[in-house]
């Protein structure tokens, strides 16, 4: 009897344990699309449905030709249905031959949720990345 009392209790502290983990900061449900202009070099992050999300809670990571991009700044307002945010990922225009690949992140900071994780392949030459990073603006 004692030793059922003692493996129910861990079962219930176990889930209250794990419910109270559960309640801190949770992930936007959110439906983000991005889009890549070749003419200028910029990222197009479009918000076409769900959660509206503070911009502070966003950050923006583009890979190509194996270097990391981040976003230096946050945008100025809540992301919102119908809202679109650009960034310029690459200067010049030369340094990203056509089919390469460049992969896309979007991550909810205080959640560490990745909220948009795309993958493209160039239809034609890009810039060289950006390593100082980027600039988020409407778009």
């Known amino acids: 009897m004692v030793a059922i009392t003692v493996i129910l209790a861990a079962v219930i502290g176990t889930f209250v344990l794990g419910l109270g983990d559960s309640l801190g900061d949770s ?15 910029n990222i197009t992050i479009e918000h076409a449905g769900g959660d509206s999300i503070e911009s502070e809670e966003l950050r923006v990571v583009v890979e ?9 700044s946050t945008y100025a307002n809540r992301l919102s249905v119908g809202d679109s945010i650009t960034g310029s990922i690459v200067t010049g225009t030369t340094g990203t ?15 560490d ?3 948009l ?16 990073g980027f600039d988020l603006v409407a778009a």
């Open 27 to 41: 992930q936007p449900t959110a439906q983000l699309n991005a889009e890549i202009d070749y003419t200028n070099g």
């Open 64 to 72: 190509l030709n194996g270097t990391t991009v981040e976003s230096n």
């Open 97 to 111: 031959a056509a089919n390469s690949e460049v992969r896309v992140r979007v991550i909810h900071s205080s959640s």
């Open 113 to 115: 949720s990745i909220l």
């Open 117 to 132: 994780d795309r993958t493209f392949e160039t239809t034609s030459e890009l810039g060289s990345p950006n390593t100082s």
